[in-house]
């Protein structure tokens, strides 16, 4: 089994940046990719970015691309997401979840081990 555990979530001003971060625990060597997902009230879950746990492929939602980066950091088994120029829209609890398989995939049944999620909360 991997056990996901997001943080870095919290209470920023438009404009400001946020670092999530997902921390990968157990069976690593079976990850192929992670991806962070976002779930706003009221709202169905949307993708936001995935990167594969080895080599440089990188995939964002449309929408996304510029003001989010993905990143890992193999040493420590996380992967990171630079959020900057927040808006209030991306308001959301953010969830990062392994993928079921080597792709990258902006479908959600595609991943099989979520984290808990961290809330994010941009407002004034």
């Known amino acids: 089994q991997v056990q996901l555990v997001e943080s870095g979530g919290g209470l920023v001003q438009p404009g400001g940046s946020l670092r999530l971060s997902c921390a990968a625990s157990?069976?690593?060597?079976?990850?192929?990719?992670v991806g962070w997902f976002r779930q706003a009230p009221g709202k169905e879950r949307e993708f936001v970015a995935a990167i594969r746990w080895t080599g440089g492929s990188i995939y964002y939602a449309d929408s996304m691309k510029g003001r989010f980066t993905i990143s890992r950091d193999n040493a420590k088994n996380t992967v990171y997401l630079q959020m900057n120029s927040l808006k209030p829209e991306d308001t959301a609890v953010y969830y990062c979840?392994?993928?079921?398989?080597?792709?990258?995939?902006?479908?959600?049944?595609?991943?099989?081990?979520w984290g808990q999620g961290t809330q994010v909360t941009v407002s004034s």
């Open positions: 979840a392994r993928s079921k398989y080597s792709r990258l995939s902006q479908r959600g049944y595609e991943y099989d081990y």
């Open positions: 157990g069976r690593t060597f079976g990850i192929y990719a």
